[in-house]
């Protein structure tokens, strides 16, 4: 049992003797109030609220399809798979459909990961930061993240030899149109070919489709992203109030192996 250890049923403790009772929600607490950088630290309730409207919209179910197909194809002896930044665990619910997984989240938002180990109670859910992750070493199976951060000599520990890890990161042209209400100058996004220190790029992919939100879910778009920090009311309206808006989604999905 890789998330941390397992001492007794809702209870987790680590090598240096902390113990971590589950919370009634359903998750666990792994970032202690002395590790916190500020007080509610990564997305907001508010941003955590829109982006489960907006998936419940089923916008992003061409990319959650894609990354289930891509892990459905892996050849991997173990069954731990985690998910780093998880959210509110949109991706980890429908990869783990056939339960061939058990699945780990964790997300340095508490609002993220109450909302993801209520959805998902056969999942564990943690509190805890990319940065220092709560997992034994040579653990994971298979990982991945969906636009959230990473420390890379973090994930090489504990993913095990052989595992998988799967990067999606924004393609040049991700949200262009909602971008043109915001920037005068809507710029391309720079897609650097990121290095994960051990691990060997084995394929890469783009996936390019265009969705046609509702009003409403225009604005949940914007609230979940952080150009919504640009967004002034004015340009809210606008956006609220345009006529049909066609909406380019890019993503880049890049697969890596442990050597
Ligand atoms: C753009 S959101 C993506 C969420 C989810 N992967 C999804 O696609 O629905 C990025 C997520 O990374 C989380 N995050 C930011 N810094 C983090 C860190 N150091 N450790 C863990 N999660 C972090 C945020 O709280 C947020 O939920």
Redesign the pocket.
Known sequence: MPLAEVIQHKQLGCSNNHRFDQAKQGYYNLLPVQRKKTKE???SKE??MA?EAF?DGLH?QPLADELTSIIDELSVSGSHIL??????G??LRQINHVNRFISYG????KP?VVKAAKKHQKGYYAV????EMPFQSDTIDVAY?????VNDIDLYRVLKVGAYFIN?TPGPRHLWQLREFIYTDVREHATQDTQFTGLDKISSQQLRYKITPSDTDRLRLLE??PFAWKADEAIKKTIFNASELSIELDFLITLFKKA
């Open positions: 630290p990564g997305d941003m955590i982006r998936l992003y998910d780093i930044g998880c959210g509110e949109y991706y964790f997300d340095i938002s993220a805890a930061s990319s940065h993240k969906v636009y959230a951060p999606v979940m992203t």
